[in-house]
């Protein structure tokens, strides 16, 4: 296999590399939990889209600038190797949008993309309930038919970021008579429509990374319906399929975490500790994996014919193979960093690069839980891939 990039994709690769060098902030942006940092992250995000990179692999009429699954593939490792901030917008960008290519309508489409690719609306995903997380279809939220269309009532919680943001995209019982699976509507709504209430839930830092979000008789019109009503589930379960597979947590992401732990290997480690020196290899090599696995699937999607919007570069369960694989490469890229750094990893005030592994091991400890827990992953794993028994 030839592994070298064509002239035209080494050249996107220089031409992103070198806005990135000569834009992303310096310092670190304040944390995107914050109203502060979120404004913050809000206008990097514009600045990407004023340079068509906010989301490359999106139709240039929508803001993008028709990129190939390899050449966004490639623009998210510049990304991630240039430090850039977190992606605000990224419910809406690697989940919503996706979804609306796929299932959506034109009109959807067109007025729903180009403020996301800005920032000018960041959308949250409100699909856990108190008594639906890992059972998703029993989720209680409903909607109810009223003229020109349906009225929400019910409460979500854990929506990420949705303190701050401006829209949310969610499941709804609209047939309650029906099988749990086929009585659900997807649909989004404005999280500042009358009858909405968002409660921020703070985390162990303080900070109000996930929200609440309690619905009492919201008015939605039918154009904010995804699909058909009652086909709720299976426009999720695609959803769902580009936020475990390459869509949220692109390889590029684990390849720089991978490239920092050699380099605080070279600059820190200990030359005789053989069997830290393994771990990080083996970190390495897991990412480099993921990474070559990545290219894979982007080939075959390309002989297929089948851009970027089909599949999030894994198909329906096998995703789930993606979600357990980065979870747990993430907590090993960042465990083996503090294990390097010994006593001095519990340190805020490292300064960069170092100071990054801490926040970066506490958040990939989510990474099993978010976009499905990995139990719930390997049982779809052993079911629907493998075809093993229930
Ligand atoms: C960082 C982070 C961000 C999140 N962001 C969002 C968001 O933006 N929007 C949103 O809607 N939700 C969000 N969530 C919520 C997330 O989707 C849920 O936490 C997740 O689906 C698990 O649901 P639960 O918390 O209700 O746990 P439960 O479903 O109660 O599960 C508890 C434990 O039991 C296990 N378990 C449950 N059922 C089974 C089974 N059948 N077989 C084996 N084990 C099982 C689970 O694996 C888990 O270990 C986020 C979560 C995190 C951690």
């Not at 960041?122 to 209680?140: H, I, K, N, Y």
């Not at 069997?275 to 696995?293: K, P």
């Amino acid at each position: 296999m030839n592994l070298d990039l064509d002239p035209g994709l080494q050249q996107f690769r220089d031409e992103v590399a070198g806005w990135l060098a000569a834009h992303v902030p310096a310092a670190p942006l304040p944390s995107v939990d914050t109203a502060e940092g979120f404004a913050q992250h809000r206008e990097w995000e514009a600045r990407l889209a004023n340079a068509r990179l906010a989301a490359v692999s999106w139709p240039a009429r929508y803001g993008g600038c028709d990129a190939s699954l390899l050449e966004w593939l490639i623009f998210e490792e510049e990304y991630h190797a240039a430090n850039g901030p977190i992606r605000v917008g990224q419910n809406g960008l690697f989940v919503l949008a996706p979804t609306l290519l796929a299932h959506g309508t034109e009109e959807q489409r067109e007025r729903i993309l180009p403020p996301m690719a800005r920032a000018d609306d960041v959308w949250a995903q409100a699909w856990s309930e108190p008594g639906a997380g890992s059972d998703l279809a029993a989720l209680r939220s409903r909607a109810v038919r009223t003229d020109g269309g349906w009225l929400l009532s019910g409460a979500k919680t854990w929506s990420s970021r949705a303190v701050f943001a401006d829209r949310a995209f969610g499941l709804f019982r609209s047939d309650p008579a029906a099988e749990r699976h086929r009585g659900l509507t997807y649909l989004m709504f404005d999280l500042r429509a009358e009858g909405v209430t968002v409660r921020p839930i703070a985390q162990l830092d303080g900070e109000a990374g996930f929200a609440e979000i309690f619905l009492d008789e919201v008015f939605v019109p039918d154009g904010d319906v995804i699909g058909e009503p009652g086909d709720g589930w299976r426009i999720a379960m695609s959803s769902a399929g580009h936020e475990r597979g390459l869509s949220l947590r692109s390889p590029g992401r684990f390849m720089a975490a991978a490239e920092r732990l050699a380099d605080l290997w070279v600059r820190a480690g200990d030359p005789a500790d053989a069997a830290l020196a393994g771990r990080v290899a083996d970190a390495w090599i897991a990412a480099r994996a993921y990474q070559l696995h990545g290219y894979r699937i982007a080939s075959q999607a390309a002989s297929a014919g089948r851009g970027p919007s089909a599949g999030g570069g894994f198909a329906g369960a096998e995703s789930s193979l993606g979600k357990v694989y980065w979870s747990d490469l993430d907590i090993a890229l960042h465990q083996t960093a503090l294990d390097l750094l010994g006593t001095r990893a519990e340190l805020r005030d490292l300064g960069q690069p170092d100071g990054r592994w801490l926040d970066g091991y506490l958040f990939a400890l989510a990474g099993p839980i978010y976009a499905g827990t990995n139990e719930i992953q390997r049982s779809v794993i052993a079911e629907r891939v493998l075809g093993l028994p229930r």
